[in-house]
DNA sequence: CTTGACCTTCCAGCGACTGGAAACCCTATC
DNA sequence: GATAGGGTTTCCAGTCGCTGGAAGGTCAAG
């Protein structure tokens, strides 16, 4: 199948499919006499496999790993689950980290009238920090 | 006072002050006889004003429009509490969504043993999700 | 025979920096 | 006066993960 028909059965993008053959992610699929890419039900797996692991946020190099590990036979579960919980801690400690400035962004914003007057206490504090 | 000494009354590294004046969000300075940038007190409030917007998540192009508003004497309360509600909203989508994902690879991790076994439910997921 | 939808390659840009190279400037020390 | 070190200057390239666009080749339908 073409890369258009590997793009929709998959939800990966035909730009996206040669920018992950070009950086080495995927390998570069046979090409048809008119010099097309061509995909089979293997790759679109593949490729599917990808979008589910971006989707949960792992970096391309990671998903790399994974996808090294989930062809790898004698893989244990004790290193896919490293990634796993790797990447949670990223996730818990960006989360916390905007929680902490849409408070701060919250608590300027309640103190300010938001009508008006030119007065603003979002402005102030940014001007000079009273904590 | 050089960009060194600016830089590290306000907290913007040299770099980032140079790239800031090249995008102009902040104007070039006058230049001593050597060529060296030449700043003072005030461009270092301007920097710090800058930081800490940065560090509340607003982007460069909002960034520039509350420094805007900052020197503009005439200005609402509201056009800039619009931008701080708009910058809430955006952390709450960031917020909910990093929490969404980081509660699907947490269900995934739970159910994997992390020992020496091959099989395992993270990869199972990203093979063919069952949700 | 033309239209339109594919496909190919390559190059550029996004945001917000950051690193490095090559050169210049200033001060202090030997 | 040479040298070492710390600034500073410019410019170019790279980061991450794509995405847009240009210029051209290919193919099926009308």
Redesign the interface.
């Known amino acids: 199948m073409t890369i258009g028909e590997a793009a929709s059965l998959s939800g990966v993008p035909p730009k996206t499919i040669r920018y992950y053959e070009e950086i080495g992610l995927i390998a570069a699929p046979e090409r048809l006499e008119n010099r097309y890419r061509a995909y089979d039900e293997s790759d679109v797996?593949t490729l599917r496999?990808i979008q589910?692991?971006r989707?949960?946020?792992f970096p391309l190099k990671e998903v790399g790993e994974?996808l090294a590990?989930?062809r790898d036979?004698?893989?244990?579960?004790?290193e896919?689950?490293?990634l796993?919980?790797a990447?949670?801690a990223d996730?818990?400690r960006?989360?916390a980290e905007?929680?902490t400035?849409?408070n701060?962004?919250?608590d300027?914003?309640g103190h300010?009238?938001?009508?008006?007057?030119?007065?603003?206490p979002?402005?102030d504090?940014?001007?000079a920090?009273t904590h």
Do not use: M, Q, W
């Open positions: 797996r496999f589910r692991a989707s949960l946020g994974l590990l989930y036979r004698s893989r244990t579960s004790r896919v689950k490293r796993a919980l990447r949670i996730l818990d960006k989360i905007l929680t400035i849409r701060a962004i919250g300027l914003a300010c009238h938001g009508d008006n007057r030119p007065d603003c979002i402005l504090e940014l001007e920090p």
